[in-house]
């Protein structure tokens, strides 16, 4: 992540905090207190920030940009290919640590597609999914029809040299999220695929070793 990225994410970090003092903040005479404070909301990489009242701030600070917004859509169909390889396992591969480790795969990027499906719904990009050859990682028409055609430990070696492959495509769109990105749980779900995915890829690899 460049210097710059670092130091937005520094700043997303802080997200919102209060400045005492910024609107008033003085109790009435009935005990109450007086104007809200004010909010400081990040602007975009670049942009000053700005002070919002406390009630407005909420979806401001929230509010995505273009890089989350292409992140979460191509994520999805990234996502559906890595599930169309694990479907393929059961039938064809060899090795039981082969099988655990793609069952794995299959059930945590099924869950984020569902999160992924409803954070665009609730920005209004619903239905807005990049088609495959725009992402990183994606394995060919090609790679796909000698996977299928594979069977026992031919099967489990091309499967893991594709799912490395496909796990580094996503790293690097998570890394440019993580640069790019300012809407917080778009960052975060980035943050879980560059450490789940990279300890995945590190097991791939011990795997792959081992059956050679």
Not at 54 to 65: E, H, L, S, W
Not at 107 to 113: H, N, R
Not at 132 to 156: C, I, Q, W
Request: with cysteine; charged share 20%.
């Amino acid at each position: 992540m460049g210097r710059a990225g670092r130091g937005w994410l520094a700043g997303c970090v802080a997200a919102v905090f209060v400045v005492a003092g910024c609107t008033g903040g003085q109790a009435d005479e009935d005990g109450q207190a007086g104007d809200a404070p004010g909010v400081i909301v990040p602007g975009g990489p670049g942009e000053r920030a700005t002070v919002l009242p406390a009630d407005q701030a909420g979806g401001a600070a929230t509010k995505p940009n273009a890089a989350d917004v292409r992140y979460m859509s191509m994520m999805i169909p990234h996502h559906h290919q890595a599930i169309e390889m694990t479907d393929l396992v059961d039938d064809r591969a060899a090795d039981e640590q082969v099988r655990a480790l793609a069952g794995r795969i299959a059930v945590a990027q099924d869950a984020e597609i569902v999160t992924m499906r409803q954070w665009l719904d609730r920005h209004g990009h619903g239905g807005h999914e990049d088609a495959h050859g725009l992402m990183p990682g994606m394995a060919t028409p090609r790679e796909m029809a000698a996977l299928k055609a594979a069977s026992g430990p031919e099967f489990d070696r091309l499967f893991l040299r594709l799912m490395i492959a496909h796990h580094e495509g996503a790293l690097t769109m998570a890394a440019d999220q993580q640069a790019n990105g300012i809407e917080p749980r778009a960052l975060e779900m980035a943050q879980d695929v560059l450490s789940s995915q990279a300890a995945e890829i590190d097991r791939m690899r011990a795997l792959l070793d081992g059956s050679r």
